[in-house]
Nanobody
Framework: VQLQASGGGLVQPGGSLRLSCAAS????????VAWYRQAPRKQREWVGT???????GYADSVKGRFTISRDNAKNTVYLQMNSLKPQDTAVYYC???????WGQGTLVTVSS
């Protein structure tokens, strides 16, 4: 079983980007899914989590700017990132804590 994160790229400050996390089978629809990020020379940090029912929680650094949603029919979780800042530059990973499963990461670069 693998998690596939996608959607990263280069975006200007103030811009938006949507990341996706997909998996085969129904593991996403049956589990809470978290997003983490790791900036250069920094430790990996928690971004937010969406529960099976769709309720979500976020780190203070992204609250009000990032939104996690899920489409269980597509077995996919999304991370909508708005008002991006240069300090949001990082590799973003999706993670299923209950299964200790990590996606491969997708790079987001916020720069003018």
């Amino acid at each position: 079983v693998q998690l596939q994160a996608s959607g990263g790229g280069l975006v200007q400050p103030g811009g938006s980007l949507r990341l996706s996390c997909a998996a085969s089978g129904s593991i996403i629809s049956r589990n809470a899914v978290a997003w983490y990020r790791q900036a250069p020379r920094k430790q990996r940090e928690w971004v937010g989590t969406v529960a099976i029912a769709g309720d979500s929680g976020y780190a203070d650094s992204v609250k009000g700017r990032f939104t996690i949603s899920r489409d269980n029919a597509k077995n996919t979780v999304y991370l909508q990132m708005n008002s991006l800042k240069p300090q949001d530059t990082a590799v973003y990973y999706c993670h299923i804590p209950r299964l200790i499963l990590w996606g491969q990461g997708t790079l987001v670069t916020v720069s003018s």
